[in-house]
């Protein structure tokens, strides 16, 4: 998928806004796919890009957050963590299957299908650029935030 056009998409997004990749057209923009709302990596991971927001504003970059969760959890999760972007709901996991991050994981010692911490940075003309995958969350904000100032 990397250096090639991504696949426009339409996802419900906090806020009451409809999220549509094709009106992201001229500017950087940074999707990462989060496990769940109010879980304590998901907190630290959004903490960490909404302390960064203004930085990603200035390099040109757009923030978005893709969980399953529903739109109204996302509102709270937003709200809670005063995060100044945008939260895609994917309850029908459609986005989730096109960037491939839904997987197999044990939870507590069961398996169970979730989704694998996973960031990806589009360029203004809609091409894939960089893509991380099993996140760990220390540090990876501040991480993408230097890829996409080089960009």
Not at 42 to 58: G, I, N, Q, Y
């Amino acid at each position: 998928m990397i250096d090639q056009a991504v696949a426009d998409f339409t996802r419900p997004a906090t806020g009451g806004q409809e999220f549509r990749l094709s009106e992201q057209k001229g500017q950087k923009l940074v999707v990462y796919f989060y496990p769940k709302d109010n879980t304590p990596g998901c907190t630290t991971e959004a903490s960490d890009f909404r302390d960064l927001h203004d930085e990603f504003v200035k390099a040109g970059a757009r923030v978005v957050g893709v969980s399953r969760d529903s739109l109204k959890s996302h509102e709270n999760f937003k709200a809670k963590l005063g995060l100044p972007f945008e939260l895609l709901s994917d309850a029908d996991e459609a986005l989730c299957t096109q960037f491939d991050v839904i997987k197999s994981k044990m939870m507590y010692g069961k398996a169970c299908r979730g989704i694998e911490r996973s960031t990806f940075v589009i360029d203004g003309d809609g091409v894939l650029r960089r893509e991380w995958r099993g996140v760990k969350t220390a540090g990876h904000a501040q991480q993408v935030l230097e890829f996409v100032q080089g960009l």
